[in-house]
C-alpha cells in the first residue's frame, strides 16, 4: 500500500537520491549545496511544500508544490 505524507528529517537521504536521479533524466545536476538548501526551505514549510510517498517505509516519490498569491475577486480568464 502506498502511503503519502509530509517528508521527515529521516527521509532527506532517500530525497536527495531521488531528486537526483530527476534531474539525472533530463541531463542536469545541482550541486550539493543546492540541493541542501531547497532541502531547508521544504523543511521550513513557508514556500515550498512536499509530501512523499513510501511503499513499506522507503521513500519511492515525492512532490514539492507552493501556492502562489493571488488578487482577491481578481476576474477569472
Given at each position: 500500500?502506498?502511503?503519502?505524507?509530509?517528508?521527515?528529517?529521516i527521509?532527506?537521504?532517500?530525497?536527495?537520491?531521488?531528486?537526483?536521479?530527476?534531474?539525472?533524466?533530463y541531463?542536469?545536476?545541482?550541486?550539493?549545496?543546492?540541493?541542501?538548501?531547497l532541502?531547508?526551505h521544504?523543511?521550513?514549510?513557508?514556500?515550498?511544500?512536499?509530501v512523499?510517498a513510501q511503499i513499506?517505509?522507503?521513500?519511492?516519490?515525492?512532490?514539492?508544490?507552493?501556492?502562489?498569491?493571488s488578487?482577491?475577486?481578481?476576474?477569472?480568464?
Amino acid at each position: 500500500m502506498i502511503e503519502i505524507s509530509p517528508l521527515k528529517e529521516i527521509d532527506y537521504d532517500r530525497w536527495n537520491i531521488l531528486i537526483r536521479s530527476y534531474m539525472a533524466c533530463y541531463k542536469t545536476a545541482r550541486p550539493d549545496t543546492d540541493n541542501q538548501n531547497l532541502w531547508r526551505h521544504i523543511k521550513d514549510g513557508k514556500e515550498i511544500l512536499t509530501v512523499g510517498a513510501q511503499i513499506g517505509g522507503q521513500l519511492v516519490g515525492f512532490s514539492h508544490y507552493l501556492f502562489h498569491s493571488s488578487q482577491e475577486n481578481a476576474p477569472l480568464l
